[in-house]
């Protein structure tokens, strides 16, 4: 790749950074002795690799370090970070392997993964009153993926997961179901103000006649949820 | 110039944080004058970490250290962070804030410090923008001299440059005396006639710290080993020419147990000692 002499700072600040980001594509700038730009080619992308490696523990046992490397030389070369926040930047790999990488090499669940992976972070530094619950479903059972278990497709139920912070600062996971995922939906939906508007839109949705049982039902879930610590009073 | 807290200190890391709590308050409190955070990384955050934060800044006088602000670069200033910085310089009663002289976005953020071209015109954008962060905090700013190993696109020289962006941004400088001593072995220059042109009235405080030698003619400004003998003395000569400055120890990997930092902080107090009787 052939490059103009860079006239303005723009242009001479997106030569220096796009080959920082991709030096496979994008020469250095002219003049700079090659031991010298090697300093920084290694800073700043054992800087990122680590901080993602640590973030993310699980996508990073399931790669080898070939794997791992190609997967953060993509991201970085690829993604735009907005976030200075170094606590946020796992985010912003979540959201790379969700809506913008396309890899066919890539295990099916990875998007997933990263999701789970940054939303116990993101759950971490909430600032919602404790305890907090963010119920999830994904296509994969997320949760129990590791070197023992690297599901090749998705099985045929989906996995909901209630993601919780207790109210000791733990963050804690618990399987759960399509009925009660929906529950905790609704119980967030502001224009469902009290405990019976919820009943009557999930006996709705679930096309459920006994509205009394369902009621029991939900009543016994709240019950149970909140002597497990996943959710609070209110 | 605003009056800082004197003496010397230790930056507060993530890892250090326990080491520090752990320790008794009345001992930490003798053997460190202050302490500095990094905004970035911990704007935002909750949880035990960052309670442990709150109990230290309490406690101590508290200097801040960004990284992600980007003074020297052509993105557009991020004037959700500047607010969010300027609460956390209120929360924790921050006494100086400084930012690097340098650049880490270009189109996105690359989490880490590029060179700026030492040019005319690279002043004219760094001074602007550290004046529009200075105004939005409403307080003055230090920037520091950051280590680099190749200047792109070089017009000045980077005393030239330093010295006209403090003047056109009318702001202070964080002297990193561990940087000079780096750019003077990588970019062949004397050390001691650098700090001798810096203007002395306008450093509010120093850092310093540890580096790796790669090779004879090529440092690399890691933070991650003790501060080496020629760095104590160039320390020693900065304070002659700028008279004692509060002192900081960076120490970010490779932390050795805590009494071996304070240690170190306590060779600074040494240091500005000898200084001290030297001009009595």
Same mark, same amino acid.
């Given at each position: 790749?052939?490059?103009?002499?860079p006239c303005n700072l723009r242009e001479q600040q997106l030569l220096f950074a796009n080959h920082l980001r991709n030096p496979r594509d994008f020469a250095a700038p002219a003049g700079i002795e090659e031991r010298r730009m090697r300093i920084y080619r290694h800073l700043f992308f054992g800087n990122i690799s680590n901080v993602l490696a640590t973030t993310f523990p699980v996508i990073r046992s399931i790669m080898n370090e070939e794997q791992w490397e190609a997967l953060v030389r993509d991201f970085y070369a690829t993604h735009r970070c907005e976030t200075p926040l170094f606590p946020y930047i796992a985010g912003e790999l979540a959201e790379y392997l969700l809506h913008e990488r396309d890899s066919d090499a890539d295990y099916p669940f990875l998007g997933e993964l990263a999701w789970y992976e940054w939303s116990e972070i993101a759950l971490r530094h909430s600032d919602e009153t404790m305890p907090t619950c963010w119920p999830m479903v994904f296509r994969f059972p997320v949760h129990r993926i590791g070197v023992g278990y690297l599901p090749q497709q998705a099985p045929a139920t989906a996995t909901y997961l209630l993601m919780y912070r207790r109210c000791d600062e733990q963050i804690k996971f618990m399987e759960s179901s399509a009925a009660t995922f929906r529950l905790l939906q609704l119980l967030d939906d502001k224009t469902l103000p009290t405990l019976q508007d919820v009943c009557e839109q999930l006996a709705v949705e679930m096309q459920?006649?006994?509205?009394l049982s369902l009621q029991t039902m939900v009543q016994d879930t709240l019950q149970q949820l909140l002597q497990a610590g996943v959710i609070n009073n209110s | 110039m605003l009056v800082l807290p004197e003496g010397a200190g230790l930056g507060v890391r993530r890892g250090l944080l326990k080491s520090?709590?752990?320790? !008794?308050?009345? +001992?930490? /409190?003798?053997?460190?004058d202050f302490m500095e955070v990094t905004p970035d990384n911990w704007i /935002?955050?909750?949880g035990a970490a960052t309670r442990q934060l709150h109990q230290l800044t309490e406690r101590f006088p508290f200097f801040a250290h960004g990284l992600s602000l980007s003074l020297g670069g052509t993105d557009p200033l991020d004037v959700e962070f500047i607010a969010q910085l300027k609460s956390f310089l209120s929360l924790h009663n921050i006494h100086c804030y400084s930012e690097h002289l340098s650049y880490c976005s270009a189109? /996105?953020?690359?989490?880490?410090?590029? &060179?700026? &071209?030492?040019? !005319? !015109?690279? #002043?004219k954008n760094s001074a602007a923008r550290i004046r529009q962060v200075q105004d939005v905090l409403g307080r003055r700013i230090a920037i520091e001299n950051v280590s680099y190993y190749a200047a792109p696109f070089q017009e000045l020289s980077e005393i030239d440059f330093v010295n006209a962006v403090i003047k056109e941004a009318d702001c202070d400088l964080l002297l990193d005396v561990n940087n000079v001593y780096v750019n003077s072995i990588n970019h062949g220059y004397d050390p001691e006639k650098f700090i001798a042109a810096l203007p002395c009235d306008r450093v509010a405080y120093l850092h310093i710290? /540890? +580096?790796? #030698? !790669?090779?004879?003619?090529l440092c690399v400004d890691t933070h991650a080993a003790e501060v080496c003998d020629p760095v104590w003395e160039l320390l020693a000569f900065t304070y002659q020419h700028t008279g004692i400055k509060p002192t900081l120890l960076e120490r970010d990997f490779n932390f050795p147990p805590i009494e071996v930092l304070l240690a170190e902080v306590q060779k600074i107090r040494d240091i500005q000692h000898v200084e001290k009787s030297r001009v009595s």
């Open positions: 790749m052939s490059v103009e002499k459920h006649q006994d509205i | 520090l709590l752990n320790t !008794e308050s009345a +001992h930490l /409190g003798s053997m460190l /935002g955050t909750s189109d /996105g953020h690359l989490y880490d410090l590029m &060179p700026i &071209p030492f040019t !005319e !015109e690279a #002043v710290a /540890g +580096h790796y #030698v !790669e090779a004879e003619d």
